[in-house]
Nanobody
Framework: QVQLVESGGGLVQAGGSLRLSCLASGRLFSSYAMGWFRQAPGKEREFVASISRSGSRNYATDSMKGRFTISRDNAKDSVYLQVNSLTPEDTAVYYC?????????????????WGQGTQVTVSS
C-alpha cells in the first residue's frame, strides 16, 4: 500500500507560480515512477508530467514543458511540480500518482496509487 499526500496548491494570480509537493509513504520510493495529473471543472483528468525512477521526465505538451518542472527527491520520498506563468486555464485539482512500472509516462491506467489532490486556482 502506498499513501500519497499533496500540498502546495492555492489561489494565485495569472502569471504567478506555485510549487506542488507530494509525499509518498509505504514503498521504496526511489524504485518507482511518479506522475502529476490534473482535472479541471467539467473536464476529464489529464496527464501533466512524469518522472521515471531513473529521472527521465515526460511532459504532456510543449507548453507545459516550458512552464512546468517535475523533480523528485528520493531522500525525502517526495516529488515536486514547479508551475510557472500560470493562466486561468491551469485552474484544476492536481493529483500525484505512483506507478510500480519504471516509466509509465502519461498512461493513466499504469498508475497504481493516487493522492487526494490539491486545488490550484488561477485568477485573471
Amino acid at each position: 500500500q502506498v499513501q500519497l499526500v499533496e500540498s502546495g496548491g492555492g489561489l494565485v494570480q495569472a502569471g504567478g507560480s506555485l510549487r506542488l509537493s507530494c509525499l509518498a509513504s509505504g514503498r521504496l520510493f526511489s524504485s518507482y515512477a511518479m506522475g502529476w495529473f490534473r482535472q479541471a471543472p467539467g473536464k476529464e483528468r489529464e496527464f501533466v508530467a512524469s518522472i521515471s525512477r531513473s529521472g527521465s521526465r515526460n511532459y504532456a505538451t510543449d507548453s507545459m514543458k516550458g512552464r512546468f518542472t517535475i523533480s523528485r527527491d528520493n531522500a525525502k520520498d517526495s516529488v515536486y511540480l514547479q508551475v510557472n506563468s500560470l493562466t486561468p486555464e491551469d485552474t484544476a485539482v492536481y493529483y500525484c500518482a505512483f506507478s510500480a512500472l519504471g516509466n509509465p509516462a502519461g498512461r493513466e491506467t499504469l498508475y497504481n496509487y493516487w493522492g487526494q489532490g490539491t486545488q490550484v486556482t488561477v485568477s485573471s
